[in-house]
């Protein structure tokens, strides 16, 4: 069976798969155990299994093993926990925005690289970075409201994580 | 192959014999909690098997343990809407306990009461309220013992932050003390006192929600996320059209992938294989035929079999002086209003964990009844029903019945033919194609107004896909093709209420023609029913309004007595500062911006709830933009404040997807909505700015809010487009081809008058 060496939340983890084609999603989910991106769609459609290879929000489902190398994987289990919360996390705790919270994962993947990149980024441009992510809560507003706040909470030391993302991507 | 801890790394067996004992769904409240944390507490749930599951008892619902924490079985179940925080917070004011020290088991069949399906908005009102009772009888208890204890009258007694004291002060003996690991034999008193309103300090805050830390870090276990150990993975392949009959399988075409087998019972075909990724891609490969079948109706045949039957029985739901003499006198009004084929549409795909051996079942399953759905695997695997214990784990929410019943019946079936425990998840097209649809409605409306402009005839005429009598469950897909006996019907909820008008009308009727079938295997959704009746309902009324050139406000507010109504819609519209005029309202060309609203007293005898809306139609693509979405409800005692809100704003927005996009599309053989491009649902941009505002009556008993608040929003927005442009929707969904059409066909008409 292939090995690949894989680069996940700062840790270099290897794994046997039976395809090389196998999406990373499920060798997150049952190679590594790291549940938190989701099976949605498998079609890129939904956003559900959104995890960061070098620090771009992407799609897990379509993304085959092969092809990750060397490139920094972060799963949102590696963005933060609960008792250390990404700012983005954080206010999506303190705006409760999930309901059932089977998309949320995307969402926070999604909100974190909008905001590393744009970290002034307005409600239009939060819109626009979501736009391919579904919820069927109807839990949109809420997601909404915890990136703007997570935005203003985060501030100038998002641009100081942002470039040191840059630095480490060099 | 070994069970897959959260967080990383493989458990020890031994670790995860003692951290999976169950796996019942069991929440610490007011902690964040890591997985394996999870799963220990898990193990502890499991302590208390053999319990007493009997509602009427207290033990049935509370155990208070030796250090004076309080665990809380809830027949209930959290499906995202809150109530994992809102019940405890209801038993711990009545038990007088800090809700952070009470956990709670929910939707285990070996551990939590039988409280009925997590179902029409019913958890609170319903669940919440029994569990109330409990623990206002447990708290008597409490005080009983220690006046005992303490040598005092009871009436001198308090239960407060755990302990009983004296309410003249002085020292209080806690919980634990007083009942820790024994049992209270108490049946639950209706008449043990609840307490005061006015005196709450736990119910109506908004204490957070004890699982979005863990769901937004990745922590949560949900039933997706769930292992035990030798488990396969299966995938089931459905037949190319519906009620096909396998005719082969090739087993030779999945050789090589992995360790992947088929399983072929009858005709039901599924794949087992060790790695998910084996199994997925021999689902994909493995070569099978099926008949070719023709039975659908079409989703475009569907108002026409509608009218055409066959049909079960006529039924009258209202009948009120002579509407239809009154009808026959006066001018009349008619309109016909169409709610078609929708999905549940959740976002994970159905899916299940079951392990059928040495004569038992285990099975984990996001079931919004795990106890309906024992009986039900006992019955289909010819099991006794007290050797099957039914999990309840999250799912992705599901709004009415979706796929996780039908997942739990592939994996109890495959399981029992390997002989391993099985976890099954449907991939996206099985969900979108085969979950039981919300079924279609079809409303013939005729009115006619007094010569003052007041309603004074209504008729409202339903067509209705009836659920067949008793029916235990809706048959599920896996043993139907295997060919295990199961009751054959359809089940749809409660989809006849709230077809007559809220409002004064000397003479009404509402009939229903009850349909024998459902154009595809049906289930209840969100609100079932009523999203369409009231649609059809409060369009009507606005299309009256208009006849009357009434503002539609007034026109409602002159026909509406009851106070709690009065006050929900009135401050709907002042949400979006409603100035009274008659609809439509004067617009040019190009893009057109109107308001309208809709009322509801849901179920007639449930939450109070009205919708207001603004919105911009553009002429030329036919889009429709909801700028501003206000609502104004009213369900009683508010239990969590935030969890309402949350639950008012789920309402809308998915019911604005409802509106606006959704409709399951087939044709003869099969489901070709497969996908979110082929059945799109709202996004980002298209969610506009909400205003909420929440009436709480504390003295009033606390109603649901998982429902109500979806059912004016079709309304609000036909009636705010009709304002915009003059064109009146009654097809949902609202799509830009059909506000285009109904542009055109509105221009001719009105060439044709001029």
């Known amino acids: ?170 | 192959m070994s069970a897959v801890a959260k967080g990383g790394g493989a458990l020890s067996r031994r670790e995860f014999l003692k951290a999976s004992g169950a796996a019942a769904g069991v929440m610490v409240i007011g902690a964040a909690i890591s997985s394996r944390a999870l799963a220990q507490q898990r193990s502890g749930a499991d302590a208390a098997l053999g319990k007493t599951l009997d509602a009427n008892e207290v033990d049935g619902f509370f155990a208070v343990h030796a250090d004076g924490s309080v665990t809380l079985f809830s027949g209930k179940v959290d499906l995202g809407t809150g109530l994992r925080i809102a019940i405890p917070q209801m038993a711990a004011e009545e038990l007088g306990i800090d809700v952070a020290r009470i956990r709670i088991v929910e939707g285990d069949t070996g551990l939590t009461p039988d409280q009925g399906a997590t179902a029409g908005s019913t958890g609170i009102m319903r669940g919440g309220v029994q569990i109330r009772q409990a623990a206002a009888t447990a708290r008597e208890a409490l005080i009983g013992i220690a006046a005992q204890r303490l040598g005092r009258p009871a009436a001198e007694l308090e239960a407060v932050n755990g302990e009983v004291r004296p309410k003249a002060g002085g020292a209080g003996v806690g919980f634990g003390k007083l009942i820790g690991d024994k049992r209270f034999g108490l049946k639950l008193d209706a008449k043990a006192p609840l307490r005061d309103p006015s005196g709450y300090t736990v119910v109506g805050k908004p204490i957070q929600r004890p699982d979005v830390a863990a769901k937004v870090t990745g922590q949560h276990v949900y039933m997706q996320d769930f292992s035990v150990p030798g488990m396969l993975h299966g995938r089931v392949i459905r037949p190319s059209s519906v009620g096909a009959k396998l005719v082969s399988v090739d087993e030779a075409s999945i050789r090589g992938i992995g360790n992947a087998r088929v399983v072929r019972i009858n005709d039901f075909v599924g794949v087992v294989a060790d790695d998910e990724w084996d199994a997925i891609r021999a689902a994909r490969a493995l070569k099978t035929t099926w008949t070719k079948e023709e039975n659908l109706v079409g989703d475009e045949g569907v108002r026409e079999w509608m009218r055409r039957g066959p049909f079960e029985a006529d039924e009258t739901l209202m009948k009120r002086g002579d509407a239809r003499a009154a009808l026959a006198a006066g001018k009349r009004l008619k309109a016909t209003y169409y709610w078609p084929v929708q999905s549940h549409a959740s976002m994970g795909p159905s899916c299940a964990v079951a392990d059928l051996r040495d004569g038992k079942a285990m099975v984990w399953s996001a079931s919004q009844a795990t106890h309906r759905l024992r009986g039900i695997v006992a019955r289909l695997m010819q099991l006794p029903t007290d050797v099957v214990r039914v999990v309840y784990l999250d799912g992705a929410g599901c709004y009415g019945m979706n796929g996780h019943d039908d997942a739990a019946a592939d994996a109890a079936l495959l399981s029992r033919a390997t002989g391993r425990p099985v976890r099954v998840q449907w991939m996206r097209e099985d969900e979108h194609a085969w979950d039981p649809k919300g079924p279609p409605q079809l409303l013939d409306m005729e009115g006619a107004l007094t010569a003052d402009g007041r309603i004074w005839a209504w008729k409202t005429e339903m067509f209705l896909p009836r659920a067949t009598a008793s029916l235990p469950n809706v048959p599920l897909l896996g043993p139907a093709a295997a060919g295990i006996a199961q009751p054959m019907g359809i089940s749809t909820g409660l989809i006849s209420q709230n077809g007559n008008p809220p409002y004064a009308a000397q003479n009404v009727e509402v009939i229903v023609h009850w349909l024998k079938d459902a154009p595809l295997r049906p289930s209840n959704i969100r609100a079932p029913g009523k999203v369409a009746n009231c649609f059809a309902v409060e369009s009507f009324t606005d299309e009256l309004a208009a006849a009357a050139g009434r503002d539609p406000v007034e026109f409602r507010l002159q026909g509406l007595s009851d106070a709690r109504g009065i006050e929900v819609l009135k401050r709907s519209v002042a949400l979006l500062g409603w100035q009274p005029r008659p609809s439509p309202a004067a617009n040019g060309k190009g893009v057109a911006t109107g308001r309208g609203m809709a009322y509801m007293h849901y179920k007639n005898n449930e939450t109070y709830v009205a919708v207001a809306m603004e919105v911009e139609v553009d002429r030329g693509s036919g889009t429709i933009r909801v700028k501003r979405l206000a609502c104004a409800h009213d369900c009683g005692l508010v239990i969590n404040a935030d969890a309402v809100r949350a639950q008012i704003e789920g309402n809308l927005l998915q019911t604005l997807s409802r509106t606006l996009h959704e409709e399951t599309k087939f044709d003869r053989s099969a489901v070709s909505s497969r996908d979110w491009s082929s059945y799109p649902i709202l996004t980002f941009p298209e969610v506009p700015e909400m205003l909420i505002d929440v009436v709480d009556r504390p003295k009033e008993p606390p109603l649901g809010a998982g429902e109500a608040a979806a059912t004016p929003v079709p309304a609000a927005l036909a009636n705010a487009v009709f304002d915009a442009c003059g064109v009146r929707l009654r097809t949902a969904p609202f799509t830009r081809e059909r506000v285009k059409a109904a542009m055109v066909a509105m221009a001719t008409e009105n060439k044709r008058k001029a």
């Open chain 1, 1 to 170: 069976m292939p090995t690949y060496r894989l680069s996940i939340n700062g840790e270099i983890r290897s794994v046997a798969v039976s395809d090389p084609k196998q999406p990373l999603l499920y060798v997150l989910r049952n190679s590594l155990g790291l549940t938190g991106a989701k099976y949605g769609c498998g079609l890129g459609q939904c956003g559900a299994c959104t995890v960061h290879i070098g620090g771009k929000a992407v799609r897990s489902c379509l993304v085959p093993v092969s092809s990750v190398g060397a490139k920094r994987v972060t799963t949102i289990e590696g963005l933060g926990t609960p008792a250390a919360p990404h700012p983005v996390q954080a206010a999506f705790i303190a705006e409760q925005a999930a309901q059932c919270g089977y998309c949320v994962n995307g969402m926070v993947m999604t909100s974190a690289a909008l905001l590393a990149q744009k970290p002034r980024a307005t409600l239009g441009e939060c819109k626009a970075a979501l736009a391919g992510n579904l919820c069927r809560c109807g839990t949109q507003h809420r997601i909404e409201r915890a990136v703007m706040r997570a935005r203003d909470a985060i501030g100038k030391p998002v641009e100081k994580r942002a470039a040191e993302d840059a630095g480490s991507k060099a």
